[in-house]
């Protein structure tokens, strides 16, 4: 790549919204058309689920058409594979059912704890149980309206499941929330619901107001880009040349939209223009970058300070203990094999820039290190780092290793 040339690529469909958008119209009366999608494991288990919950789903070129009757469930087991958003949202709506359901999911997701779950839907009335405290989950349903206090420092993915169900109820219903981490996300799911017409009243993220008897009315929409994905693109940018990137929504409500103040603040050249960004290369000196609410851009982060002069400071490492792996202990174990010194030190990742050395990494299973790896391959000017288990990407971006290969 020349400083010349801008290489240009698309971002694909934000799974984020794809998910929350099928569980919604899989809950509405009439068709709705999910337009500009493009899937990954974590969009195909959604997609199965909803077909679970009585939704017909048809695909034509870049749409999804799904025709519902509201939640007419079909099935008594359902799986969520490895979508941990999947098996946090769906539950509460399995539990609106009046039978039993064997609710499961694959691979990092079985090792991940699920008695929080299990804990808040009990707390409505509904009979939930874990299996020593992880999944498979077995819903007897019974979820009532009323009043939940729930910790939202573990995860925002159960209450948007609390969020869609809810409102489907007779009576009224109240959220507590302790110290909620990934407000981008609960923006998310309360801009998608009320596109389909229920609404919901946010007291600052701490109480959630949630009227009764509503109904989700089937409806056009339209899945804007994947910020997440399109991050380690932008990266390769400000480290290697010019990129733009289309099918980016600038005042998208993702969490990982931030990616473009950490950009700035590393010195790279970021230009927003219309539906795309373009980012070229400059000197790039350390950072420091609070991604507490926006937790999935360490990886990418990681790659991005790598490649700076002197030592950067990513905040919010309490917030990687249960994902795919245990994020800040997988990046430092394999950035430290590419040569790269990490320290993890309270609740702060240290990442002092230096260039990488052949080696091969392991993804731990976990699609965004084996992004990382393919991207660091990429700053290696003295070999090639390879990446053991890359089809971990297939969870949110199965073209990605094709989409960097021409680079």
């Known amino acids: ?64 058409h799904i025709e519902s009757k509201g939640l007419t469930i079909t099935s008594n087991r359902f799986c969520a594979g490895e979508a941990g958003l999947s098996i946090r949202m769906f539950s509460p709506v399995l539990a609106l059912a009046k039978r039993k359901i064997i609710f499961t999911g694959e691979g990092s997701l079985l090792k991940r704890p699920a008695g929080f779950i299990a804990d808040a839907l009990n707390q409505l009335g509904a009979k939930v149980t874990t299996t020593n ?67 919901v009243v946010n007291e600052q993220y701490q109480v959630f107001h949630i009227q009764g008897n509503q109904q989700y009315a089937a409806s056009n929409y339209n899945i804007e880009g994947d910020w997440s994905a399109a991050s380690f693109l932008l990266i390769i940018g400000a480290v290697k040349g010019s990129i733009e990137v289309l099918n980016l929504k600038k005042d998208s409500k993702q969490a990982d939209y931030k990616i473009i103040a950490a950009l700035k603040k590393a010195g790279a050249e970021v230009e927003e223009t219309g539906n ?51 994020r800040a202990e997988t990046i430092k ?29 392991d993804s731990h299973n976990d699609h965004r290190i084996a992004m990382a790896g393919g991207v660091m391959n990429l700053f290696c000017e003295r070999g090639t780092i390879e990446v053991a288990n890359p089809q971990a990407i297939n969870k949110s971006y199965p073209e990605f290793f094709e989409v960097i290969r021409d680079l």
Not at 20 to 38: C, D, E, M, Q, Y
Not at 346 to 357: E, Q
């Open 1 to 64: 790549m020349t400083k010349t040339s801008l290489h240009k690529m698309v971002a694909p469909a934000s799974k984020s919204y794809f998910q929350r958008a099928i569980a919604i119209a899989a809950l509405a009366n009439g068709t709705s058309v999910l337009k500009n999608i493009s899937w990954c494991n974590d969009s195909k288990a959604a997609a199965h689920i909803a077909r679970g919950l009585g939704a017909v789903l048809v695909e034509e070129d870049s749409n999804l």
């Open 133 to 199: 405290g992880f999944l498979p989950l077995t819903i007897e349903g019974g979820l009532k309206p009323g009043r939940i206090h729930i910790d939202g420092a573990i995860s925002s993915q159960l209450l948007t499941g609390l969020l869609m169900a809810l409102p489907l109820l007779k009576d009224d219903s109240t959220i507590l929330v302790d110290n909620l981490k990934s407000k981008p996300y609960i923006d998310m799911t309360l801009s998608i619901m009320k596109h389909f017409g229920v609404e």
């Open 276 to 326: 795309s960004v373009v980012v070229k290369r400059k000197r790039l000196n350390a950072f420091e970058f609070d991604a507490t609410h926006a937790p999935d851009l360490f990886p990418p982060l990681a790659c991005l300070a790598s490649q700076c002069a002197g030592t950067s400071v990513i905040k919010g490492v309490s917030r990687l203990v249960h994902k795919e792996s245990n």
């Open 333 to 361: 174990q394999e950035f430290t094999r590419m040569g790269i010194n990490i320290r993890l030190k309270d609740d702060r990742m240290h990442i002092t820039g230096s260039k990488p050395m052949p080696c091969t990494i």
